[in-house]
């Protein structure tokens, strides 16, 4: 017959015939796998704290260097374990949930756009109008002549994260 010849046992796993190769190698790989774990669960961990901090300071000034203090991690750590765990940079997470908050208050009918822009932390209109287009498809007045936001985050990675973490509370 033609194909692979059949092996099984030590072989198999390249141990040849020495059992403590078998010990030596099965310790590695439990070392690596517990690593793995440790080093996943870390992030996932510091990440949702970075994220209920960002959550709780929303309306106020933030900073990576704050938000670091607040996991208890170096802003190096958090800058890269935040954007492993979420696709996206810390600050790029708050823009995108203060952006959020800001297309409720208009799909709620907030009269004044301009207003609304500024307590969002954006500069002047254009620049809320050009945010919000890129985020949600629709310009800041077509949001609020909507009334409301559903399908709007046009594939948006900070709202699949913030979903994400949401739904892990229910």
């Known amino acids: 017959r033609g194909g692979v010849p059949a092996v099984s046992g ?10 403590a190769r078998i010990i030596k190698r099965s310790a590695e790989t439990f070392h690596i796998l517990v690593h793995v774990m440790v080093t996943h669960w870390v ?4 990440t949702a704290k970075a ?3 960002i959550e709780s300071h929303l309306n106020s000034e933030l900073s990576l ?6 996991t208890g991690v170096s802003r190096f750590y958090l800058s890269r374990s935040f954007a492993a ?9 708050a823009r995108a949930r203060r952006l959020s908050e800001a297309a409720k208050a208009l799909a709620g009918g907030a009269p004044d756009v301009l207003a609304v822009a500024l307590d969002a ?14 985020h949600f498809g ?9 009334g409301h936001l559903h399908a709007t985050t046009n594939g948006s990675t900070a709202a699949r994260a913030w979903a ?3 739904s892990g509370f229910r």
């Open 138 to 146: 629709l310009t800041p007045e077509q949001l609020r002549a909507q």
């Open 164 to 166: 994400e973490w949401r």
């Open 65 to 70: 260097e704050a938000a670091a203090n607040a």
């Open 51 to 53: 994220i209920w901090y």
């Open 43 to 46: 992030t996932h961990w510091v």
């Open 121 to 134: 932390g954006y500069g002047s209109h254009e620049a809320f109008t050009r945010a919000a287009h890129q």
């Open 10 to 19: 030590r072989r198999a796993l390249g141990l040849g015939r020495h059992p």
């Open 85 to 93: 765990s979420t696709g996206i940079s810390l600050a790029g997470y």
